[in-house]
């Protein structure tokens, strides 16, 4: 992408503090901005601070990201068709009520990769159509390995991170960018009050930083916090007989 | 939700921890509200103890989002968290400045609102609540109240300089002033002593920046020696050709920052006396007329993120005062002359012209204000109270967003306003609900 454009950037999941934190940067570069979330109308104040602020448009969508059925109308209602669609999608639920509760489980697995995914896919088909635009997923470092703390999250991110790996492999030759980022630890309200590592930590402003220049640079996968590539890659790399046994 | 939190003032005197809660939304905002003894605190720039609540402290910055603005009457409405820098980024470029603006861009408007703050403008603008058309303010059951000049118009003159005292400020609308570029176009007058420097604000009544760096460590028949800057927001025709291409450019600079706490040595009366004397020289060759960018003209302080950190690690204490102005002069003469004999010197010494203000509990008066600062130690809290009695005796008064340390009987002496403010917050059961550690100081 060069240069602000007249073509709006779709945030999906904007309500969220990163998926605001990501419409202030791109707004700020010039682009008209659309926020798509669930109950969009609590999302007021937030559209005209945006707009206020950054001078450009910002508009409000209803969209849920469990409705499947809705989507392909979703995507052909936003005209003109967007350059940048981002999709910061995602439900982390309690990993206990997961392992216990499968509608809980499933909730969590079609929000985190079913729903994003889809959603992608269909923007995925207009934009190779015109030969142009930029797919972003929020995916997450949960989805680098499965661990007993988080997995049914981790399995349903890990999911994404492989449609977006696939995604990009398939639209690399046709025009259309595909772009994963990895924020590690983040610093919002699904987070406060965890005791997170301050080091290890993004505030949602950083994510939005980190996104953009991902977007400029036509990154394919980022970590926000370049220390997160290597402690996945030691996670990684741990034997299966000694991971089984360790808590992560 | 609530955590445990070393409160302090843009002075870092005094410290102390207590209970500081970051409501995300109004309806939590409303329910902290409900708390007793708390007051609101904005981006933490009064100097001393007025945003530490007496028994918790809603820190407000997370309401902090612009919701209208009308380019036909230039009204800005936005929640009270807005920093004033915010505004200047978003509006300047389309040619709008705030009304009134105090020396540093880093205050919320909530902050602005609540010490009814003045700028280089007020001899004939006013304070920052001359241009707010109404505020919206969560009182003690929770509830919204809007108040202007014509709906609840106790509430709103009561709120305007009222140090969070009479509820949250939640939201505001304020009007903001057409600029034609980014440009300030000064004026410095070099001025011998305190009476020339007086003549100079008088003879310059029309300028609509007025102030004045004075040297307060000039004794003698320099007493008072000051630099007077006038300023105008420079029009199209007055640019020179360079910038008249793009009027509403910002120059780049690089910021600089004090990272850590000087050691309380590296300002002592040495190195005071050594900047003043280099300002002093450095303004003298800057005389006549020049053209500034906003941002050196209005915060040149902000230039240096953290200076509050020069103080060491003890901090250091502003000391403002007004003074009306038949009396200006002698209490002038006898405050600077009672600073310099002590050698405390004060790193920053600001000379400014007020002109007439009727308000009920804001600072402002129509005379002259001095504003100096001071490491915090004994021999300072020992000069202040003199201070104090110099400011009372000639029929002035200090100005709450800079104190830290003020006796309640000094106050209440020097302002009437400050016992019939009290008896109204008992009378509305707002005495219990609202406080800070300042307001209980001060028995307000």
């Not at chain 2, 005495?431 to 800070?436: E, G, R, W």
Request: proline letters at 5%; aromatic letters at 8%.
């Amino acid at each position: 992408m060069t240069g602000p454009t007249t073509k709006p950037v779709v945030i999906l999941g904007g309500g969220s503090d990163i998926g605001l934190a990501i419409a202030h940067r791109f707004a700020q570069a010039g682009n008209p901005i659309i926020l798509a979330a669930r109950n969009v109308e609590r999302l007021e104040t937030n559209r005209s601070d945006i707009a206020l602020r950054h001078n450009v448009d910002v508009t409000l969508t209803e969209f849920d990201v469990l409705q499947t059925g809705t989507m392909a109308a979703f995507a052909d209602g936003i005209e003109p068709a967007p350059s940048v669609v981002i999709s910061v999608i995602g439900a982390m639920g309690e990993q206990s009520d997961n392992e216990k509760d499968p509608d809980a489980a499933a909730v969590v697995m079609r929000s985190n990769y079913e729903g994003p995914a889809l959603m992608l896919g269909i923007f995925a088909e207009r934009m190779a159509a015109a030969g142009q635009g930029v797919l972003v997923g929020v995916s997450s470092v949960a989805g680098d390995r499965g661990r007993a703390t988080n997995y049914v999250y981790g399995s349903a991110k890990a999911g994404f991170t492989a449609f977006l790996s696939g995604l990009r492999n398939r639209l690399a030759k046709q025009g259309v960018h595909v772009v994963t980022v990895k924020p590690g630890f983040v610093a919002t309200r699904m987070t406060e009050g965890m005791d997170l590592p301050k080091a290890l930590t993004a505030a949602p402003e950083e994510v939005a930083e980190k996104t953009f220049q991902a977007v400029e640079r036509q990154r394919d996968v980022i970590y926000v916090r370049p220390v997160w590539w290597l402690i996945m890659r030691i996670i990684r790399a741990i034997p299966e007989r000694i991971f089984k046994k360790m808590s992560l | 939700m609530m955590r445990t939190s070393e409160l302090m003032g843009w002075g870092r005197y005094p410290r102390r921890p207590g209970p500081l809660a970051a409501p995300r939304t109004v309806a939590e905002a409303c329910d902290l509200a409900k708390l007793q003894g708390v007051v609101a605190r904005g981006n933490g720039r009064a100097y001393g103890d007025s945003a530490m609540g007496a028994a918790a402290t809603i820190d407000m910055r997370g309401l902090n989002r612009m919701i209208a603005f009308d380019p036909e009457t230039g009204q800005l409405e936005a929640e009270a968290g807005v920093i004033l820098g915010d505004v200047i980024d978003a509006f300047l470029p389309r040619g709008w400045f705030p009304y009134v603006t105090p020396g540093t861009k880093f205050v919320s408007l909530g902050g602005a609102i609540a010490a009814d703050v003045h700028g280089k403008n007020h001899h004939c603008d006013g304070s920052f609540g001359s241009f707010v058309d109404w505020i919206d303010v969560i009182g003690a059951d929770g509830q919204i109240t809007r108040a202007s000049r014509d709906q609840n118009p106790d509430l709103f003159s009561w709120t305007i300089g009222g140090m969070g005292l009479t509820g949250v400020i939640l939201r505001a609308a304020i009007r903001l002033r057409p600029v034609q570029s980014t440009w300030i176009k000064q004026q410095t007058i070099v001025t011998p002593n305190l009476s020339s420097a007086m003549a100079a604000f008088e003879a310059a009544q029309d300028a609509t920046y007025s102030v004045a760096w004075i040297d307060c460590l000039a004794t003698g028949a320099d007493l008072g020696r000051s630099l007077v800057m006038l300023g105008e927001h420079a029009t199209d025709s007055d640019l020179p050709h360079q910038h008249r291409l793009h009027p509403f450019k910002t120059p780049d600079k690089s910021k600089k920052s004090v990272p850590f706490d000087a050691p309380s040595a590296a300002l002592n009366s040495l190195t005071v006396k050594a900047f003043n004397a280099l300002y002093w020289r450095k303004g003298k060759r800057a005389a006549g007329e020049t053209f500034v960018d906003w941002d050196s003209y209005f915060y040149p302080l902000d230039g240096i993120l953290g200076w509050n950190k020069i103080y060491g690690r003890r901090g250091f204490m502003q000391y403002q005062c007004v003074l009306p102005l038949s009396t200006s002069e002698a209490g002038l003469t006898e405050i600077l002359t009672e600073t310099a004999r002590t050698g405390q010197g004060s790193f920053l010494a600001v000379l400014k012209r007020f002109g007439t203000q009727e308000s009920r509990f804001s600072f402002p008066m129509e005379g002259y204000t001095l504003a100096l600062d001071f490491p915090a130690n004994a021999r300072t809290l020992g000069l202040l109270d003199k201070l104090d009695a110099i400011t009372v005796a000639h029929g002035g008064r200090v100005y709450l967003a800079k104190d830290a340390r003020m006796a309640a009987t000094t106050l209440h002496s020097a302002d009437p306003r400050a016992t019939t403010f009290t008896k109204m917050r008992h009378d509305t059961g707002l005495h219990d609900q609202f406080a800070s550690a300042q307001s209980e100081r001060l028995l307000l």
